[in-house]
């Protein structure tokens, strides 16, 4: 079962700085987008900023550019570079990971699956 697991999260001071990371597992190999979502109270969740299996390709909210980085650490690690945080950036940040799974076993045989995987969250909180 894939599984993607964050952390990093925390409370800051506005103009403080987080990392994120995520670490995704329970699969032989992937070729998968990954990224960053957010969800404040009240409101629906959105994107952050999303990353291509290679780490070419990268997309960010406007309200995020030039403030977040996301890059990856490895094929199956995603961090996110959080800096100049407002207090609207408080929110629960959820990882995604969105494409084809590789599942190999013991005899040699390998499977793929088109999964869409959330992480369970981590929460960022932006107050002096």
């Known amino acids: 079962q894939v599984q993607l697991v964050e952390s990093g999260g925390g409370s800051v001071q506005p103009g403080g700085s987080l990392r994120l990371s995520c670490a995704a597992s329970?699969?032989?190999?992937?070729?998968?987008?990954m990224g960053w979502y957010r969800q404040a109270p009240g409101k629906e969740r959105e994107e952050v900023a999303t990353i291509s299996s290679t780490g070419e390709k990268t997309n960010y909210a406007d309200s995020e550019k030039g403030r977040f980085t996301i890059y990856r650490d490895d094929t199956d690690t995603v961090s996110l570079e959080m800096n100049s945080l407002k207090p609207e950036d408080k929110a629960m940040y959820y990882c995604n990971a969105e494409g084809v799974f590789y599942f190999g076993d013991t005899g040699g045989a390998v499977r793929w699956e088109q999964l869409e995987v959330w992480g369970q969250g981590t929460l960022v909180t932006v107050s002096s």
């Open positions: 329970g699969f032989t190999s992937s070729n998968t987008f």
